[in-house]
């Protein structure tokens, strides 16, 4: 600051009123400061000037994989959002590590974090505790907990698998599977796991088996676990008629171990994920999701945590962001076996 004062041929004081709050400073000054600024190369502490203010400027975000473009979404329009009032965003990714989820939380909370938005979910004692004791504004996201940490933008995983089960059964199917990560040690999927809960939860409500649905491998799931574990699933069922895939990348993979056998989709099986990926747009035949909006999830955390920041009063402290039914190519209505009036019609008919 000495030297952007020294050649802006400004005071020290004017230089610090420039940075935090330009709009103090006249027009013609701050233009020869942030010339000098520029010129200077010159970089704030930002550091040193939270421990004068206890403001940070940062806001803490925690995702479970990076792998995964809807949670990129979900830090994008969050990110676009805090930057309107000159937040910046800290991203950690956890790979469904509670160990990693923890260490990342302690890291940013040290770095005086303004807010955390984290995703849903059950955590380990330690950290549930470090939480509960948390002044600072705390977010969940992609879920919608029965006891909330403090504030929620989400949506019903067990719903969503519900919904995924519900659209199957309708089309008429009766042997009806799923596949989903099972996870092992410290790594677990909660989201996909709910999500599997829902989809079984409704074949039995149907009075249909479940014997089907099958976790297997940890997460992150990916094209491969989705390959590896269709293959798994269709060595168990080969009559299978219809199946859940707890993510689009589950689904894409299952797709590409379809086609190896010579088995058609949707002639052969019907086929529904989860997340309304890109790739499932794009993919030949098109994939059947349930979608949910990751960016508008990210704008509206944005949106509540720039509310509470900045004083404007209270708002909703649980939104539910909702989820469509996207039907495309990868699904249809079962083949509804010849019955002997089809028969004796078709024999008889010119």
Excluded at 5 to 12: D, E, H, I, T, Y
Excluded at 304 to 323: H, I, K
Aim: aromatic letters at 6%; proline letters at 5%.
């Amino acid at each position: 600051m000495r030297d952007v004062s020294a050649l802006a041929g400004v005071s020290r004081m004017t230089v610090s009123r420039f940075l935090r709050s330009p709009e103090v400073v006249q027009e013609e000054t701050r233009q020869i400061v942030a010339r000098a600024i520029d010129e200077l190369g010159y970089v704030p502490d930002r550091a040193a000037g939270a421990l004068s203010t206890r403001r940070s400027g940062f806001v803490g975000l925690i995702v479970p994989t990076i792998t995964n473009t809807n949670f990129a979404q979900a830090a994008r329009g969050l990110t676009d959002m805090l930057r309107r009032d000159g937040f910046e965003v800290l991203i950690g990714y956890t790979d469904y590590d509670d160990a990693v989820f923890l260490r990342h939380v302690k890291a940013m909370l040290a770095r005086r974090a303004e807010a955390l938005v984290l995703p849903s979910g059950p955590r380990p004692v330690s950290l549930q505790r470090l939480l509960n004791r948390e002044t600072i504004p705390l977010v969940e996201i992609a879920g919608l907990p029965t006891r909330p940490l403090d504030r929620v933008v989400g949506y019903s995983n067990r719903a969503a698998g519900r919904l995924a089960a519900e659209y199957l059964i309708g089309l008429g199917y009766t042997r009806i599977g799923a596949i989903g990560a099972a996870g092992e040690g410290t790594a677990r999927d909660h989201r996909g796991g709910r999500r599997i809960d829902g989809f079984r939860d409704a074949l039995l409500e149907a009075g249909l088996s479940d014997e089907w649905v099958l976790r297997q491998g940890d997460p992150p799931v990916s094209f491969t676990h989705g390959a590896r574990t269709m293959g798994n699933l269709l060595d168990r069922a080969p009559g299978l008629e219809a199946v859940f895939a707890v993510s689009d990348l589950v689904g894409v993979g299952a797709m590409m171990e379809c086609r190896r056998r010579g088995i058609d989709i949707p002639r052969d099986l019907s086929l529904i994920g989860f997340g309304s990926f890109e790739i499932g747009r794009e993919v030949v035949p098109s994939l059947t999701t349930v979608g949910v909006d990751y960016r508008a999830m990210g704008e509206r955390a944005g949106r509540m945590l720039l509310d509470v920041l900045g004083g404007r009063g209270e708002t909703d402290r649980v939104v539910d962001v909702g989820m469509q039914l996207v039907v495309r190519e990868t699904t249809t209505a079962a083949r509804r076996p010849a019955t002997t009036r089809d028969v004796t019609v078709a024999e008889t008919a010119p």
